[in-house]
Structure formats: structure tokens, C-alpha cells
């Protein structure tokens, strides 16, 4: 028992910590948040204690102890007086802690506008210029506030990027803001919490913070249109791209490809992950996921091409497809 208990334990300790945890803070918003938590964690814990301590004392006590102390006065104090102080206080330091959560910093925020759809991430960037789009990935410059434009392109979505800040829904026809900071270089996961389809719970992101000079120096990639192929291999997937249709759907930066209803492709060999987090992002994955969309995430609206592509197109399609970046 002692064993299951200290595991128990280890276990709760280690969900304290990580890439998709509330209660391990990397920025100011998220560390007010967590200290709402740690408070009514341990207010509650010792409140618990409190109220057992009390019960074992009414079952255990000898009757002349128990009937000195059931007195009015206590009934009173302890029962109406103690919990009605204690959660009216509570509120009140709450409600100040989540107002500041959404006052403005003092210095001009970099907009960031970000979509949810069924089932992935559309990121904007539009006051760097034009071409500034990605998916499924928010990059952050390390220590400036951001501030992120949250709607939908079709049902109710919310994003949550615990490490940084709450749980803030995206609804169609509105924009709700949520502003943030990144205080170090990290790279944190976020998550859909609103059910909104069969694919739900595969709809994550990833969040990179960098230094601003590596943010600036990302952003440039990102509006700098493609390059064209430098192998026969890499031109042989770029014109089965053309040749599949996946310009209909898809934008490449440089190319006559300007597709809007899917993930803006033109630097998607850098990204970390395929299919919003539920793939490792590299040319086998990449043909994997081409060959088979909907076997590997049901419902989505990419199309399967394995009865459409052969093999080597399809390496040749991915290979082209790691390569910008």
C-alpha cells in the first residue's frame, strides 16, 4: 500500500510540470492562474482536514466534551460565519486576479489571428506583412505581448494553451481576444476543449517561443515565396502536386497554387507535426498521411490518395514537400 501510495504521489507531482500543464507557468497570465489553483488547492486541502479533524473529534471525544462544545456560538461560527467569510474573500481575490488577466500591457501587442476549423488550426500573422500564415503551430516572440484573435470558420472551437494562458472559445461570427507572454524559449502544446466533431480530441498545436530575432528571422522565411526544386526528384513532386490537385485546396507561396480550404503548405517541412499533433512531421509520415487521411484521422477533410498516386509519386510528392522549409 505504502508503494501505490508513493506512486500515486510521484504520478501527481509529475502532471505539475510539462509542455500542456496549467501549473507549471511560463508566462504571466498562466502564473496568476496557477496561483488561483495552488490556493484553493491547498485552502481546500486544509479546509478537508479541518472538517475530518472536527468529525473524528465528534465520533472519538467523551459526551461531556462533545455537549461543552455544541454550543450555539460555535454552530454558528463554524458553520454559517467561517465557510460564508471564507469564499466571499475568495471571490473577491479571484475576481481582481482574473480581471488583470485580461487588462492590456502597456505596450503595443503583436496581433496574431488564429482559426479554428474541423479539424486544424489556421495562424495569421497580418501585421507582418503579407504572406505570414502557418498551421497548427503559434510562434511566439520570447518576453513581447502578444495578443491572439480567436474565431471560427465553421462550429465552436476553444483553444487552450495551458502553459501560457486559460481556456478561451472560438465562435463563428465573433472574435474574442486573449492576450499573453512568453517568458522563455519553449515549445508548448495547446489543445481544442470545445467538442467540435468526430476529431475533437486530435485537434492540437504546438507553440514555439523564440528570441525576437529568431521570430523576425521566421517570419521572413514565412513570406518569402518557395524555392523552385533543386533535384529531379523534388520537381517530379511538384508537378504531381499540381498534377493530383492539391493546389485546389492548398496555397504554396511562389507557385500559381492559392488554394484556401486546407493548411497554407508553403513551409510545411519545418512544422513539427502533420494533421494537427497527431503525426511527427517527416517525408515518410508525409506519405503516409497523403496516401491515407482517412484511415489515420477519420472525418477530416483531406481526401485519401492511395488508390490515385503509386509509390514513387508519392515519395516524390512528399519528398518535395519536406523540402520547404
Avoid at 510521484?10 to 488561483?36: H, W
Avoid at 486576479?97 to 474541423?118: F, N
Avoid at 500559381?256 to 511527427?280: H, I, K, M, N
Wanted: net charge neutral; aromatic share 6%.
Amino acid at each position: 500500500m505504502q508503494g501505490a501510495g508513493l506512486a500515486l504521489l510521484l504520478l501527481l507531482l509529475g502532471a505539475c510540470s510539462g509542455v500542456q500543464t496549467p501549473l507549471d507557468p511560463m508566462g504571466e497570465q498562466a502564473g496568476r492562474i496557477a496561483l488561483i489553483s495552488w490556493v484553493l488547492f491547498i485552502g481546500g486541502t486544509v479546509i478537508f482536514l479541518l472538517v475530518m479533524g472536527l468529525l473524528s473529534f465528534a465520533l472519538l471525544a467523551p459526551a461531556r466534551v462533545r455537549a461543552a462544545m455544541a454550543s450555539r456560538r460555535f454552530v454558528i461560527g463554524g458553520g454559517i460565519l467561517f465557510p460564508a467569510v471564507t469564499l466571499v474573500v475568495l471571490l473577491a481575490w479571484s475576481l481582481g486576479i482574473s480581471r488583470a488577466l485580461v487588462l492590456p500591457g502597456a505596450e503595443a501587442p503583436l496581433r496574431i489571428e488564429v482559426i479554428g476549423r474541423q479539424f486544424w488550426w489556421e495562424v495569421r500573422y497580418p501585421d507582418s506583412g503579407e504572406g505570414a500564415v502557418t498551421a497548427n503551430e503559434i510562434h511566439l516572440p520570447v518576453g513581447r505581448e502578444v495578443e491572439l484573435h480567436l474565431s471560427s470558420g465553421d462550429v465552436i472551437h476553444s483553444l487552450w494553451l495551458p502553459n501560457l494562458h486559460g481556456k478561451m472559445d472560438m465562435i463563428p461570427g465573433r472574435v474574442n481576444v486573449q492576450r499573453l507572454r512568453a517568458d522563455g524559449p519553449a515549445v508548448l502544446r495547446g489543445q481544442c476543449t470545445e467538442f467540435c466533431g468526430v476529431q475533437h480530441s486530435l485537434m492540437a498545436f504546438w507553440a514555439v517561443a523564440v528570441p525576437e530575432a529568431e521570430f523576425e528571422a521566421w517570419l521572413l522565411r514565412q513570406r518569402t515565396p518557395v524555392a523552385p526544386p533543386a533535384t529531379p526528384e523534388l520537381a517530379h513532386g511538384m508537378a504531381v502536386f499540381g498534377e493530383a490537385g492539391c493546389g485546389a485546396c492548398h496555397t504554396v507561396r511562389g507557385t500559381e497554387w492559392q488554394g484556401r480550404l486546407g493548411p497554407d503548405l508553403s513551409r510545411v517541412g519545418s512544422r513539427l507535426s502533420l494533421a494537427a499533433g497527431v503525426l511527427d512531421n517527416h517525408r515518410g509520415t508525409l506519405a503516409g498521411w497523403i496516401a491515407g487521411a482517412q484511415d489515420i484521422k477519420p472525418g477530416n477533410a483531406m481526401p485519401a490518395y492511395g488508390r490515385t498516386l503509386d509509390g514513387p509519386e508519392l515519395l516524390a510528392l512528399a519528398a518535395w514537400l519536406e523540402s520547404l522549409k
